[in-house]
């Protein structure tokens, strides 16, 4: 799998925005971004995913570069509960191993009240 | 829908025991995934197993660690003669197919805690 880049921490406020950037120069044109986070204590919980285009869902938005070369995992109103490690993937479409997840390091993320 | 059930949550074994780890998928999934973290460590790949085969044991240990997915019933990681150092959560995953665009969903895992 290719691999991204993440700030291994992030500190927002609550009820304020929140931008978690990822880096993924060598991504492959069959690689989808996915966005996982895991609470603490919990397992992972899948956030959102894309290929090219900006992508909405209830719980995030995904901003993609146009090079593709990047993207920004959005939460617009961040609240207590949004406090977990971010985890950024690349996942090949065509390779048997884009099955699994590859984990790197993410993003902690502490919400301030 | 029930989630991905995992149990026992917690297991507590001596050196030298077996843990038997089991993994109910969400219904209609016939894809499971393990995963293990180590205390303070990343999350890591250790098997993809669907309905009676393995698929992807690259990431499981060689000795003491097997894995299966019966027709029938959960998934099991089994762990023989177990070690202070495979003392982690063991997360279970499932999905419906297998391609690199589907999402996983994962269980609450299972923490194991070897004396």
């Known amino acids: 799998d290719a691999k991204t880049t993440q700030p291994n921490s992030m500190e927002s406020n609550e009820e304020e925005p929140v931008h978690l950037p990822c880096n993924h120069s060598?991504?492959?044109?069959?690689?989808?971004i996915h966005w996982y986070r895991q609470l603490p204590s919990q397992g992972p919980e899948y956030v959102i995913h894309?290929?090219?285009s900006n992508v909405n869902n209830r719980m995030a938005s995904l901003a993609i570069a146009e090079d593709r070369k990047s993207s920004t995992l959005i939460l617009h109103r961040a609240t207590l509960r949004d406090a977990a490690v971010y985890y950024c993937i690349l996942r090949d479409v065509l390779e048997t191993s884009g099955s699994r997840l590859t984990f790197g390091e993410g993003t902690q993320l502490t919400v301030n009240p | 829908n029930a989630g991905v059930m995992q149990n026992p949550r917690h297991l507590v074994r001596r050196r030298g025991q077996e843990a038997r780890l089991r993994c109910s998928p969400m219904?209609?999934?016939?894809?499971v995934y393990w995963y293990r973290q180590l205390p303070e460590e990343g999350l890591k790949f250790m098997v993809y197993?669907?309905?009676?085969?393995?698929?992807?044991e690259s990431g499981m240990p060689k000795e003491r660690f097997s894995a299966e997915f019966p027709k029938e019933g959960p998934s099991i990681l089994r762990i023989q003669q177990v070690v202070r150092g495979d003392s982690a959560a063991y997360f279970c995953a499932s999905s419906p197919y297998s391609a690199g665009r589907e999402t996983q969903y994962f269980g609450p895992g299972t923490r194991l805690l070897v004396l």
């Open positions: 894309g290929l090219t």
């Open positions: 060598t991504i492959s044109g069959t690689d989808y």
């Open positions: 197993l669907q309905k009676e085969n393995i698929i992807d």
């Open positions: 219904k209609g999934h016939s894809h």
